[in-house]
């Protein structure tokens, strides 16, 4: 099964803002096919945590070429995590890592000649800046604008790699920065990416959106929603537009609703569950299938369990399933039959859910 934790030596912690670390992991000869990863995956990382099981996707921020794994932990308030890695953690620690995964990704093909873009903010840029690298490395015909949104400049994490990418690819990467507290000359860049600068952003630094080839964001939610909006209302495919969420908003009123009737209706029925080349019977007794197959014992994976990550897909082979939030899965997937399992309740019988698949 290719969601396994193996615990990683840290090689370096990198301090890139104050707020923001990297964290480089060794990587053993044996365990790189394993740790092969796509451009914009991202790991999911495991702690015990004052006796608590604590899991958290971050993006890697490497190009895979590279042959490096590296991730970037912003530190947030409240965030247990995140805290705990700016406060704990030490170059020679070891941590739980989980598999790359993920589909904030597009295929790269040296004879390609496109133009991505990247609306990143924040600690969005991780895996942004992970499509960037490989896109200006894989493609040499192609190239890639970024519009980057931060608190001040202070707070742009990468800051000085960006600028020496930008050196290295002249003519081939563009790079604008956007301050939501920082004044600069021209007022386009002052404030944050709401939408009236994304719109304002594209119609003036991207000219016509319909001759991009892919749109990369990622962000705080008001920011997505944002750009996601003035790219849809501009008629762009959404097969254009790729968005990393990594984390959820609380489902409507009425999905709640219904997805607890789901539940109570559910109660006690069996299911065939397949996890590691074994499928066993599961009554599902908790609020998901989820809950249910790790309470009867199967180490069923997961992470977010906010239907952002995907960590704990797999694919219905017989029966029916109600999903709620999928954010992290792209059309063609649910059109193939996965499901989030952390966010689906059978509905009726001779439900068969397969994690191998």
Same mark, same amino acid.
């Given at each position: 099964?290719?969601?396994?934790?193996?615990?990683?030596?840290?090689?370096?912690?990198?301090?890139?803002?104050?707020?923001?670390?990297?964290?480089?992991?060794?990587?053993?000869?044996?365990?790189?096919?394993? &740790?092969?990863?796509?451009?914009?995956?991202?790991?999911?990382?495991?702690?015990?945590?004052?006796?608590?099981?604590?899991?958290?996707?971050?993006?890697?921020?490497?190009a895979p070429h590279e042959q490096?794994?590296?991730?970037?932990?912003?530190?947030?308030?409240?965030?247990?995590?995140?805290?705990?890695?700016?406060?704990?953690?030490?170059?020679?620690?070891?941590?739980?890592?989980?598999?790359?995964?993920?589909?904030?990704?597009?295929?790269?093909?040296?004879?390609?000649?496109?133009?991505?873009?990247? %609306?990143?903010?924040?600690?969005? %840029?991780?895996?942004?800046?992970?499509?960037?690298?490989?896109?200006?490395?894989?493609?040499?015909?192609?190239?890639?604008?970024?519009?980057?949104?931060?608190?001040?400049?202070?707070?742009?994490?990468?800051?000085?790699?960006?600028?020496?990418?930008?050196?290295?690819?002249?003519?081939?990467?563009?790079?604008?920065?956007?301050?939501?507290?920082?004044?600069?000359?021209?007022?386009?860049?002052?404030?944050?990416?709401?939408?009236?600068?994304c719109d304002e952003a594209i119609?003036?630094?991207?000219?016509?959106?319909?001759?991009?080839?892919g749109w990369f964001i990622c962000?705080?939610?008001?920011?997505?929603?944002?750009?996601?909006?003035?790219?849809?209302?501009?008629?762009?495919?959404?097969?254009?537009?790729?968005?990393?969420?990594?984390?959820?908003?609380?489902?409507?009123?009425?999905?709640?609703?219904?997805?607890?009737?789901?539940?109570?209706?559910?109660?006690?029925?069996?299911?065939?569950?397949?996890?590691?080349?074994?499928?066993?019977?599961?009554?599902?007794?908790?609020?998901?299938?989820?809950?249910?197959?790790?309470?009867?014992?199967?180490?069923?994976? &997961?992470?977010?369990?906010?239907?952002?990550?995907?960590?704990?897909?797999?694919?219905?082979?017989?029966?029916?399933?109600?999903?709620?939030?999928?954010?992290?899965?792209?059309?063609?997937?649910?059109?193939?039959?996965?499901?989030?399992?952390?966010?689906?309740?059978?509905?009726?019988?001779?439900?068969?859910?397969?994690?191998?698949?």
């Open positions: 099964m290719s969601n396994q934790f193996h615990s990683l030596r840290v090689a370096e912690v990198i301090a890139e803002t104050a707020e923001a670390n990297s964290i480089r992991f060794e990587i053993p000869p044996e365990l790189r096919g394993a &740790f092969a990863f796509s451009a914009g995956q991202h790991l999911t990382l495991r702690a015990d945590i004052g006796g608590e099981d604590v899991r958290r996707n971050y993006s890697l921020c490497t490096d794994w590296k991730v970037t932990v912003k530190r947030i308030a409240g965030g247990l995590f995140s805290n705990w890695i700016g406060d704990n953690l030490r170059a020679g620690d070891t941590l739980d890592v989980m598999t790359p995964h993920g589909s904030f990704t597009t295929d790269f093909d040296a004879g390609r000649k496109r133009h991505l873009v990247g %609306i990143a903010g924040g600690s969005g %840029i991780t895996p942004v800046m992970s499509l960037l690298r490989t896109t200006l490395a894989e493609e040499p015909d192609s190239r890639f604008t970024l519009l980057y949104g931060n608190r001040d400049s202070a707070s742009i994490i990468f800051l000085d790699a960006l600028a020496d990418l930008k050196d290295r690819y002249l003519g081939r990467l563009e790079i604008f920065h956007f301050l939501a507290e920082e004044e600069g000359d021209f007022d386009l860049f002052n404030g944050m990416l709401d939408r009236a600068r119609e003036l630094l991207i000219g016509d959106p319909a001759s991009v080839d962000g705080p939610g008001p920011m997505m929603d944002s750009a996601e909006s003035a790219l849809v209302d501009r008629g762009i495919a959404r097969e254009r537009i790729h968005i990393e969420r990594f984390t959820a908003d609380r489902p409507p009123e009425s999905l709640a609703r219904e997805m607890a009737e789901l539940q109570s209706k559910a109660a006690g029925i069996e299911m065939s569950v397949t996890l590691d080349g074994r499928t066993r019977r599961v009554q599902f007794s908790q609020a998901n299938i989820l809950d249910s197959a790790r309470a009867s014992g199967l180490p069923a994976p &997961f992470a977010c369990k906010a239907g952002v990550c995907a960590t704990c897909r797999a694919k219905v082979t017989g029966g029916k399933v109600e999903m709620a939030a999928r954010y992290g899965l792209t059309d063609e997937e649910v059109a193939a039959g996965y499901v989030l399992t952390c966010q689906s309740v059978p509905a009726g019988e001779g439900v068969s859910i397969d994690y191998d698949a």
